[in-house]
């Protein structure tokens, strides 16, 4: 069964880089069926898609965040991980870990499970 | 980028009423459109993909439909465990986009 966990250490001081992990388990991260994205929830508001991941190194930002995102993966131990640099206040957020199935109808590749996601707050 | 609109912000129903939901979008993205459902505390679930496909597990009142710009994701007689935020997304081209998300309430 798929599981997928988001890590982090739940409190970054500003100007410093979020590190965040995501853990699979059940699943090779090195499907080729399969994309792995992160998107962001700041504490009562929407989502906000941060970018994707194919596990052969092409990966996909938001364009807000790109020049503070860098996604990547670890195949030997079946993560991915997510690096968002010179952080403010603005960047508190539940991050989720979510896998993109491949709509085979429609091309496109969509957020089919999403882990619990993990709470980052920006603070000094 | 693609900015999807949804509408109303909020909806106040009464349990066994039959909804509707709208979602817009700023241009085309074909039928890659996918509705979620999200819980206080709990990550957000797949509803609807495709604009019209059932995801796994979700039950027949939940459906989708439109193309193009215009969708809509209508539950046919709400239960009371329906009560929650749902969210359209693309994912016709990058960057995807989230809608600001419609909160179902009890009336």
């Known amino acids: 069964q798929l599981q997928v966990q988001e890590s982090g250490p739940g409190l970054v001081k500003p100007s410093e880089t979020l590190s965040l992990i995501c853990s699979v388990s059940g699943l090779s991260i090195s499907s080729t069926e399969y994309y792995w994205g992160w998107i962001r929830q700041p504490p009562g508001k929407g989502l906000e898609w941060i970018g994707g991941l194919y596990y052969a190194g092409s990966t996909q930002y938001n364009p807000a965040l790109r020049s503070r995102v860098t996604i990547s993966v670890d195949t030997s131990k079946n993560q991915a991980s997510l690096k968002l640099s010179l952080v403010t206040a603005a960047d508190t957020a539940v991050y989720y870990c979510a896998r993109l199935f491949r709509d085979s109808d429609n091309g496109g590749y969509y957020f089919d499970y999403w882990g619990q996601g993990t709470l980052a707050t920006v603070s000094a | 980028d693609t900015v999807m609109t949804q509408s109303p912000a909020t909806l106040s129903v009464s349990p066994g009423e039959r909804v509707t939901l709208s979602c817009r979008a700023s241009?085309?993205?074909?039928?890659?459109l996918a509705w979620f459902q999200q819980k206080p505390g709990q990550a957000p679930r797949l509803l609807i993909f495709?604009?019209?496909s059932r995801a796994t597990g979700i039950p027949a009142r939940f459906s989708g439909s439109g193309s193009g710009t215009e969708f809509t994701l209508t539950i046919s007689s709400l239960q009371t465990e329906d009560f929650a935020v749902y969210f359209c997304?693309?994912?016709?081209?990058?960057?995807?986009?989230f809608g600001q998300g419609t909160k179902l309430e009890i009336k």
């Open positions: 241009q085309s993205v074909s039928s890659n």
């Open positions: 495709g604009a019209s």
């Open positions: 997304q693309h994912y016709n081209h990058w960057p995807y986009s």
